[in-house]
């Protein structure tokens, strides 16, 4: 190998790692977010069966979801 093929390699490491996690990411709003419902004739709105306790965000700051109270009526 060349030294110009050489210094591509951690190009390419960087530009696969960037497009892995953005793919995982992807995924997990697919699958883990309330606002996405793929089963519409079993649970049509997935978002009412939310528990006041889970997290569902990939990120929280200074939050701790065990305290919380429901706060809203059933459906």
Excluded at 34 to 47: A, G
């Amino acid at each position: 190998m060349n030294a110009f093929g050489l210094q591509l390699i951690p190009l390419f490491i960087f530009i696969g790692g960037g497009a892995t996690m953005s793919m995982m990411y992807l995924a997990r709003l697919a699958l883990k977010n309330p606002d996405v419902s793929w089963d519409r004739t079993n649970n049509p709105e997935p978002w009412n069966k939310l528990e006041p306790n889970q997290q569902y965000k990939l990120f929280r700051v200074n939050m701790d979801y065990s305290k919380l109270k429901k706060d809203r009526p059933d459906f």
